[in-house]
């Protein structure tokens, strides 16, 4: 990861609004209970221990059934990590887990999971789903967004920066709806990982970012302080 100083001219800002999602499918054995779909993360520096939330299911059959907890991670922000526990036993999700329990007839699974920002700032989006082993198409899943070190007012109410053009192949200007200072710049890919990072000059609100060293795709950026994201955008690159 490039970091570097742009001066008046240069780079700009944006982070993800993603909603909460909850699916709640037609399952014929799980019903998912009440689970936490938005976490806000003020200290980036918390561990797992400061960070739980519940995914709690039932087996609604009348018999009993092994599972599977599947946790996609795609929209894992860098550095993020989660860690999920079911009874005593606890996963490390450092990549997309399948964990195997049982459920009796009319029990509950209380998923608890965990998460530790790693010292970084960001937006990261989890799905669990639980599968019925003996039929993949029986499943129940729950998507939660967690924001770290990010203002309890949620992403939706962060400015938009305004980024042109888009696509793009060279470079990309970037109109902030203000100025800043004492901020720093991060690009985003789809994959949530922060690829580039620029530190803004103090008073910049119209920066440049070139686009040449990016492969093909879709960014995020986002303008932040050292305690709250301050601006959001995206923009595609095309080579």
């Known amino acids: 990861m490039n970091i570097r100083s742009i001066f008046s001219a240069a780079f700009v800002a944006v982070c993800l609004a993603s909603s909460p999602l909850f699916a709640q499918f037609q399952s014929a054995s799980f019903q998912m209970i009440d689970p936490t779909l938005v976490l806000y993360v003020p200290d980036i520096n918390s561990t797992f221990e400061d960070n739980i939330f519940h995914l709690k299911t039932k087996n609604k059959s009348l018999t009993s059934v092994t599972y599977q907890i599947k946790v996609d991670l795609m929209g894992m922000a860098f550095n993020h990590r989660n860690q999920v526990c079911v009874g005593t036993n606890c996963y490390d999700a450092k990549k997309t887990e399948t964990i195997p329990e049982l459920i009796a007839s009319g029990g509950e699974i ?112 986002r303008v932040r302080t050292a305690t709250s994201i301050i601006s959001k955008g995206s923009f595609v690159v095309v080579q």
Do not use: H, R, W
């Open 110 to 221: 209380d998923a608890k999971g965990q998460f530790s920002p790693g010292g970084n700032m960001g937006v990261s989006t989890l799905t669990y789903t639980f599968i019925n082993t003996k039929d993949v198409s029986d499943f129940v899943s729950a998507t939660i967004t967690i924001y770290a070190g990010v203002s309890s007012v949620g992403m939706e109410n962060v400015p938009v920066a305004t980024v042109a053009p888009n696509p793009a192949s060279s470079v990309v200007t970037v109109t902030l709806p203000q100025s800043v200072d004492g901020s720093t710049l991060e690009i985003i890919n789809a994959l949530g990982s922060v690829v580039d990072t620029y530190t803004l000059e103090n008073g910049t609100n119209m920066v440049l970012i070139p686009t040449s060293g990016l492969a093909t795709g879709a960014y995020q950026l």
